[in-house]
């Protein structure tokens, strides 16, 4: 792979230096259609909300816009953008655990589509502070106690999770009863979502019958037919060879299936089905370009390819283990036959990109790309040390554009005060 939509990474290099945010427009075009595609089911309606804790910025969330997904925002800064954007607010999602008054009250003020409180707390606030002028929807978090099989850091749904309320905790129940009696919300259901980067599908239809069980006990006691229910994200990609590929054409209408027999076999209304995809729309549209700087070979041969780049601008190798794949460019049909570990320049041990791995023979001034960082990665990033973020880019037919510019070392004293 020298180009990418048809532009060479070296002339990339040329125009933007180094580290480079690289996404594929296309690629994420594409990605959303799939979901939109194969979301799909005769018998029950359904949605797609971007999770853009992914990936977001203006262009980003004028992207989702256009390809017709829902929106899912966790913070006021991610709803501004939203706004900003231009997004329209009957389709954004105010979601996140935790959430203030005021993030309630500017989501009632900008009369986003729905509101998704995440336990008992929450909903007595926002109980206390609608009121007649716009009736809300509203969902509440619950946590069906899904063991996913990934990372601790990104499973969600275990018992003593912060996220959410058990479904076995039988204050869940009075919360539900609570927010559906309010005449100024309009109560949809339950949100629940159990992990990230799941590549098991069984996971995700275990977690629709478990939740549709519980809209059953909720329509036997107080005899509520639920009218929604949102799934979650958590679909896995495929980051480097060895990874399984979850099969999104597969798992997409057989999850609705599932909710269409499951709720059918239990005497329940069918509800409409959200879910909320963040890294599978982005993950593997994103690559991060990089200038090798220097290589060092350690007493114990051990060697470093160190690049322009740092754990500021790729964290998930630091914080979750993560694997990545990557390539010099022009290099590979070159033997690949030294294993490097990748590292950054931040001043941290933990700072490395890859662990080990096999490239052919690098030297400073080669461009390195490394693959599927489209997501949690920007969105992710930090200026320790004080290094800079680096910009972002789509690509797409041959045309670049800068979708976030290059920070300058003015940006990162922008909001510095001075002592004297
Ligand atoms: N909905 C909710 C409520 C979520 O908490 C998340 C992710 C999503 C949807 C989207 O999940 P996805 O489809 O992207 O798996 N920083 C971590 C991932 C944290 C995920 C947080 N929640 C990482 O880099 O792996």
Not at 77 to 91: H, M, Q, R, S
Not at 198 to 218: C, G, M, N, R, V
């Amino acid at each position: 792979m020298t180009t990418i939509q048809h532009i060479s990474f070296e002339d990339l290099k040329s125009k933007y230096q180094t580290p480079l945010y690289i996404y594929d427009e296309a690629a994420i075009r594409k990605q959303c259609k799939v979901f939109i595609n194969k979301f799909r089911h005769p018998k029950v309606s359904s949605n797609v909300i971007y999770a853009s804790k992914a990936f977001l910025t203006i262009a980003m969330a004028q992207l989702i816009m256009s390809e017709g997904l829902h929106l899912d925002c966790v913070s006021q800064g991610e709803l501004y953008t939203a706004l900003k954007a231009g997004f329209p607010v009957e389709k954004i999602v105010l979601h996140g655990n935790n959430k203030t008054k005021d993030e309630l009250l500017m989501a009632l003020n900008f009369r986003v589509g729905t509101i998704i409180v995440d336990n008992d707390y929450e909903a007595s606030i926002l109980n206390e502070i609608v009121n007649d002028k716009y009736k809300v929807s509203v969902m509440l978090r619950v946590n069906p106690g899904i063991d996913a099989h990934t990372h601790k850091y990104i499973k969600t749904s275990t018992l003593d999770s912060k996220f959410g309320m058990s479904i076995l905790d039988p204050r869940t129940k009075e919360t539900i009863k609570s927010l559906n009696d309010n005449p100024n919300i309009n109560f949809l259901g339950t949100h629940s979502h159990i992990g990230s980067q799941i590549l098991e599908e069984h996971s995700f239809y275990d977690h629709a019958i478990t939740i549709l069980k519980f809209y059953k006990e909720i329509k036997e006691l107080y005899q509520i037919d639920l009218k929604a229910v949102n799934l979650g994200g958590g679909f896995g990609v495929k980051y480097i060879k060895s990874d399984t590929r979850l099969d999104l054409n597969k798992v997409l209408p057989e999850l609705l299936e599932i909710v269409y027999q499951t709720a059918n076999s239990l005497e329940i209304s069918v509800p409409h089905v959200y879910i909320e995809p963040g890294r599978s729309i982005v993950a593997e549209a994103g690559y991060t370009l990089y200038t090798v700087n220097q290589i060092k070979e350690t007493i114990n041969k051990k060697k470093y390819l160190f690049i322009d780049g740092a754990m500021n601008d790729h964290m998930r190798t630091a914080l979750y283990q993560a694997k990545y794949d990557a390539f010099i460019v022009g290099k590979e049909d070159m033997v690949h036959d030294t294993t490097y570990t990748v590292a950054g320049k931040a001043c941290e041990s933990g700072d490395i990109i890859i662990e080990d791995i096999l490239l052919p023979d690098a030297k400073p001034d080669d461009l390195l790309v490394v693959r599927t960082t489209g997501a949690y990665h920007y969105s992710m990033a930090s200026h320790y040390n004080r290094l800079t973020i680096p910009p972002v880019i789509f690509v797409k037919d041959g045309q670049s554009k800068v979708v976030v510019r290059k920070e300058s070392f003015m940006d990162l004293l922008s909001h510095d005060e001075a002592l004297v």
